[in-house]
Nanobody, 120 residues
Framework: VHLVESGGGLVEPGESLKLSCEAS????????QAWYRQAPGKPRELVAQ???????EYSDSVKGRFTISRNLRTFTTYLEMTMLKPEDTAVYYC???????????????WGQGTQVTVSS
């Protein structure tokens, strides 16, 4: 199983970006899908996620500005980021709990990360 992110880049404050994360491989079922980020010198933090009961959660710092979505047919997760701020600068990682065999044995998988820089 592989997760591959795309869509990062350099933008100015107030602009938007949309990240994508495509999961591929021997996927039987997906339990959760999420986006994390890690800024230099800081721990990795949860940004947004689809929980196991299909609800959506956002960190307080991005609520109202970021939107997580997904295409269940293509196993792709998206993170649409608007009104970007310099403090959103970080490497963004997608994460998913995926089973290759059934609906109960899930493992965490991570993408390689994509850099988002917000600067004027």
């Amino acid at each position: 199983v592989h997760l591959v992110e795309s869509g990062g880049g350099l933008v100015e404050p107030g602009e938007s970006l949309k990240l994508s994360c495509e999961a591929s491989g021997n996927i039987f079922s997906i339990y959760t899908q999420a986006w994390y980020r890690q800024a230099p010198g800081k721990p990795r933090e949860l940004v947004a996620q689809f929980t196991s009961d299909h609800t959506i959660e956002y960190s307080d710092s991005v609520k109202g500005r970021f939107t997580i979505s997904r295409n269940l047919r293509t196993f792709t997760t998206y993170l649409e980021m608007t009104m970007l701020k310099p403090e959103d600068t970080a490497v963004y990682y997608c994460n998913a709990q995926i089973s290759t065999i059934n609906y109960s044995n899930y493992d965490h998988y991570w993408g390689q990360g994509t850099q988002v820089t917000v600067s004027s």
